[in-house]
């Protein structure tokens, strides 16, 4: 269970937003131009933030850790995308 702070609900939105994304056929200027939206880069600061002043529980990180996960793929994508 994710911590009330961080619920499960943010991170689906999240890898929803980058699913959606990437199903819309985007051109190689678009992939490279791809940004979260203002509520996802909102979700993750807010995550950041804590683990910089209180440390995260158990769940955050587990949330923190996938989103890495997540913001990794996107980089190699868009590193793909602009030697393309």
């Known amino acids: 269970m994710v911590a009330k ?7 689906s939105a ?7 994304f990437f199903a ?9 131009d791809f940004r979260l939206s203002e509520s996802s880069e909102h979700f993750i600061s807010a995550l950041l933030d804590a683990n910089r002043t209180r440390g995260l529980m158990p769940d955050e ?8 996960r997540i913001e990794r793929l996107v980089q190699a994508i868009k590193v ?3 030697a393309a």
């Open 14 to 20: 999240l890898r929803d937003e980058v699913a959606d």
């Open 24 to 32: 819309s056929s985007p051109s190689a200027q678009e992939i490279v």
């Open 61 to 68: 990180q587990i949330v923190l850790d996938e989103y890495t």
């Open 80 to 82: 793909r995308a602009f």
């Open 5 to 11: 702070a961080f619920p499960e609900t943010d991170l």
